[in-house]
């Protein structure tokens, strides 16, 4: 028993590794609670264009002496607005408008970066550096993750109207254009505060498995919202463990932990797992045979 005690309190005893452990379980937190609704609008590309956008912003904003967060949140944001200026102004496909938007920011940010290579460090910015976050970094991600959260669940009954029917969304009265900006505002703001735990490249991930694992289990947004976090957590806590005894990378555990379970909904999901729905299809194929063989199936 002491042993199992120690084994969970070790890690904990390091102010880095706890500090690392909170910073991960809010950035998780409320990057699943976004993913569901960029899974089910179809926005996932979306959450990797914001992304790589912020990472000229970081670079200017080291280059200059300002908070990273600040230049990573203004290219963020800078980076819908452009987005969604060439998607209403052009005849281009979204995927294509957000392709060259996000490819070409992040191509600025890796030039200028090389240019001022003493600036930034391009791996921590990248691949994140959770066990650097300091207690100032601790501060942010609470308040923005926290606040960021709060909104997400104030609005989610308007905000699942959006995702689902747009239309009947805006028949109803709802300012359709207004939450498309909220959600991707919030976005910019997560993919920020993530940044410090997973980096530019994990954070897609963090934005994309939670909610899509969800929707393998369920169909209701109700039910979608809280697998979707308490997959995120669970991710978080056997990552961050198994990154300390593992001696690897906290950002690319936690992320692995997230697709396992993501494999596991993926077969055995009550709603898509394949598992299930080969299941429903041997039935229904009994079922439809059954008046041939004289077999009395009751339907429930």
């Given amino acids: 028993m002491t042993d199992i005690l120690t084994w969970f309190t ?29 899974v089910q609008i179809g926005w996932s590309l979306m959450g990797d264009a914001v992304s790589h956008a912020v990472f000229p912003g970081v670079v200017f904003a080291h280059m200059i002496g300002v908070p990273f967060a600040l230049g990573a949140f203004i290219f963020g944001a800078g980076a819908v607005g452009l987005i969604g200026a060439l998607q209403s102004r052009t005849t281009l496909k979204s995927d294509t408008t957000i392709g060259v938007v996000f490819t070409s920011l992040f191509a600025l940010g890796i030039a200028v970066n090389s240019v001022f290579p003493s600036q930034v460090d391009l791996n921590h910015i990248l691949f994140g550096n959770i066990l650097g976050v300091g207690v100032n970094d601790l501060l942010l991600v609470a308040i923005v993750g926290f606040a960021s959260g709060a909104v997400l669940l104030l609005k989610r009954r308007d905000l699942t109207l959006y995702a689902f029917d747009p239309v009947q969304a805006h028949t109803l009265g709802i300012r359709v254009r207004g939450l498309r900006i909220l959600l991707l505002l919030i976005l910019a703001l997560v993919v920020v505060i993530t940044l410090q735990t997973v980096g530019i490249i994990l954070v897609v991930a963090m934005l994309i498995i939670p909610g899509a694992t969800a929707l393998l289990v369920s169909g209701r947004m109700s039910r979608i919202l809280p697998i ?4 995120a957590l669970l991710s978080s806590m056997v990552g961050v463990y198994a990154a300390y005894y593992l001696n690897a990378s906290v950002g690319g555990v936690v992320v692995l932990t997230q697709a396992a379970l993501f494999m596991l909904a993926l077969i055995l999901g009550p709603r898509g797992g394949l598992l299930p729905n080969m299941l429903r299809s041997r039935r229904a194929a009994r079922t439809s045979r059954a008046p041939e063989s004289g077999v009395l199936v009751e339907v429930n």
């Fill in 10 to 38: 070790e890690p904990l005893s390091h102010g880095f590794m706890s500090r690392a452990l909170v910073a991960t379980l809010i950035s998780a937190s409320v990057c699943a609670l976004l993913s569901c609704w960029l």
């Fill in 228 to 231: 979707a976090v308490a997959s």
